[in-house]
């Protein structure tokens, strides 16, 4: 079971289940490999052209805060936040897997 643990898994609990940005509840629980489920996605905090695919740019939302975010620039509270978040993150994963991937080391 704690093999199962994934980045989609520690941002759902370090976000609490809830949407990075109107803190709505996600039903559900994360699932490895899952992109979709339940009404959530994974959405990119700095936009993909100008950001990067890393999973330190990623956060969960519910698919019309994601929709309706577009390629909007994050503001500097939310770029916080998401820092927060991911720093959560990252102990999960390392709690449960030992180790944080290579990609998230550094
Ligand atoms: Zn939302």
Redesign the pocket.
């Known amino acids: 079971m704690a093999k199962d643990m994934n980045m989609n898994m520690a941002l759902f609990m370090a976000q609490s289940g809830a ?6 509840e996600f039903e559900g629980r994360a699932l490895p490999g899952k992109k979709h489920l339940h009404g959530w996605s994974k959405d990119h905090v700095k936009p993909l052209c100008k950001g990067n695919n890393a999973v330190r740019n990623s956060v969960l ?2 698919l ?3 929709a309706e975010k577009k390629d909007r620039e994050p503001t500097r509270q939310e770029f916080e936040r998401a820092q927060r978040i991911w720093t959560g993150a990252l102990r999960y994963l390392k709690a449960f897997n030992g180790n944080a991937p290579p990609m998230l080391k550094g």
């Open positions: 949407c990075f940005y109107c803190g709505c939302a519910c019309s805060c994601n």
